[in-house]
C-alpha cells in the first residue's frame, strides 16, 4: 500500500510541476515499498540519493519560475525547499556510514512535509504561475 496517494489536491495547474510532484510521491513510495519489503542497504541507499537528485533538480525548476517571474513569497518557498535538502542530505549521509536505519519515522517526515509542502506552500504559487502564462 502506498504511503502517499495522489489525487487532484495535490494539482497546482502547472503541467510540469504537476508530473515532477506526481514523481517525488512515487520516488517516496518505492522507497517505502523497498523498506517494507527488507531490500538491502545498498538498494535503499540507491533510492534515497535518487530521490534527493531529483528533489533537488525539481526545486531548481519551481526557483526558476520564482526568479523569472518575480513570485513575492520566493525567499521563504526556497527556505523551505533548502530545509528538505538538507535533511535528507543528512539522513542520506548518515544512513550511507551506517549510523541511521531507514526507519517509519523517516519514511513519515518524508511522507507529510511533501504532502504538507505540495498542499500548502505549493498550491499558493499555481495561480501566480498561471496569470503569467505557465500552465
Do not use: C
Request: glycine share 4%; proline share 2%; aromatic share 12%.
Amino acid at each position: 500500500m502506498p504511503l502517499i496517494e495522489w489525487d487532484s489536491s495535490f494539482s497546482v495547474n502547472v503541467e510540469l510541476i504537476d508530473e515532477q510532484h506526481k514523481m517525488l510521491v512515487k520516488m517516496i513510495n518505492d522507497l517505502y515499498d523497498a523498506m517494507l519489503s527488507g531490500k538491502e542497504n545498498k538498494e535503499l541507499s540507491k533510492l534515497i540519493n535518487q530521490m534527493s537528485v531529483y528533489a533537488a533538480m525539481h526545486f531548481a525548476r519551481e526557483e526558476h519560475y520564482f526568479d523569472t517571474l518575480g513570485y513575492p513569497e520566493a525567499e521563504e518557498h526556497k527556505k523551505e525547499h533548502l530545509y528538505f535538502e538538507n535533511q535528507v542530505s543528512q539522513f542520506a549521509k548518515e544512513f550511507n556510514e551506517g549510523k541511521q536505519e531507514l526507519t517509519n519515522e523517516i519514511m513519515q517526515f518524508l511522507s507529510n512535509w511533501l504532502v504538507k509542502h505540495i498542499k500548502g506552500t505549493d498550491r499558493k504559487f499555481g495561480p501566480f504561475l498561471n496569470e503569467r502564462g505557465v500552465s
